[in-house]
């Protein structure tokens, strides 16, 4: 990946819906722009700024919704699996190692770079999109092959199971039923 900005863009596959994505990345980590548009029948819009340090880990992330709605998220880590969501503390949420927003196939990127090629299970902190509300989620990995990935929900959408295949950068390509890039 080069040192400067990447551009990706998923569509939905079950929806009508895109999604622009630019990641850059300098010496201190990461930094994620997107913009979503979700035109299914709970229509929505978001933009999301996304820091990571250079382990790929969450710093920060705002969400924003774009449409009629104005609402808007802060997340912050306080520490390994600690959070603060706009500026108080989330004692519910401690525990979990990862965000993953429920928009966007980015966060399971972040995921299986957390649990490395052996896969596992992991807590994450789950973001309803459309309603910009947290939770915890049980989630669980398998590698699949050297690109390829079965993601298993056993939290939020318990028994939700999808193949996820990724690029030589670990950014999903094909998320099945969801998403793909384009």
Known sequence: MPNDQMLRRWRRIDV???ELMTLSRDGSGLRIRSTVIHAGAE??????CW???ASWRTRSLCVERTDAIEQSLRIERTG??????DG???????GCHEVDVSATPFCNTLAIR???????????LFVDAPALTCQPSRQRYE?????AWRY?????SDGFTARLDLDEHGLVLNYEHLFEAF
């Open 16 to 18: 009508p819906g895109l």
């Open 43 to 48: 229509s929505f819009g978001l933009r999301y």
């Open 51 to 53: 820091e990571l340090d």
């Open 80 to 85: 390994d699996t600690s959070w603060r969501v």
């Open 88 to 94: 108080a503390d989330r004692p519910d949420l401690a």
């Open 114 to 124: 957390h649990l490395g090629i052996a896969g596992g299970e992991l807590l994450a």
């Open 143 to 147: 590698p699949l092959g050297p690109r």
């Open 152 to 156: 298993l929900d056993k939290g939020v």
